[in-house]
C-alpha cells in the first residue's frame, strides 16, 4: 500500500490562504484515486475532495467549493489541495487518503491508506 505524508499545515488569519501536499511513497502513486478529509474540534472527519488518477474528475465539498483546489502531480507523486479564503470553520487536522476503487469511494471514506494528517489553524 501506498505511504502519505502530509504537510504544509500551520496557523493563517482569516481570509488567507495555504497549500497542503501529502507525498506519496511508491511507484504506484499514478495508480491511485486521492482525496482530502479533515476533522474539526469536536467534528467527525469529513471529505473535502476528491480527484482521479489522472486528474480528469474531481470532487469538491459544497463548504469549500469555490475556495479549495485539489490537483496532485503524478510525477512528484504528489497531491495538492490549495486552499484560499481560508475560514475559521476550516480549523482542522486535514488528511489525505488513497484508493483503488474510484473517487466516489474515496469520497465514501472508503480508502485503503491514509495519512497521518496536517494540522490547520485560522484564527478570525
Known amino acids: 500500500q501506498v505511504q502519505l505524508v502530509e504537510s504544509g499545515g500551520g496557523l493563517v488569519q482569516a481570509g488567507d490562504s495555504l497549500r497542503l501536499a501529502c507525498a506519496a511513497s511508491g511507484r504506484t502513486f499514478s495508480s491511485y484515486d486521492m482525496g482530502w478529509f479533515r476533522q474539526g474540534p469536536g467534528k467527525e472527519r469529513e471529505f473535502v475532495a476528491a480527484?482521479?488518477?489522472?486528474?480528469?474528475?474531481?470532487l469538491t465539498a459544497n463548504s469549500v467549493k469555490g475556495r479549495f483546489t485539489i490537483s496532485r502531480d503524478n510525477a512528484k507523486n504528489t497531491l495538492y489541495l490549495q486552499m484560499n479564503s481560508l475560514k475559521f470553520e476550516d480549523t482542522a487536522v486535514y488528511y489525505c487518503a488513497a484508493d483503488h476503487g474510484g473517487i466516489y469511494q474515496v469520497k465514501a471514506g472508503k480508502v485503503v491508506s491514509w495519512g497521518r494528517g496536517t494540522q490547520v489553524t485560522v484564527s478570525s
Open positions: 480527484i482521479s488518477t489522472s486528474g480528469g474528475f474531481k
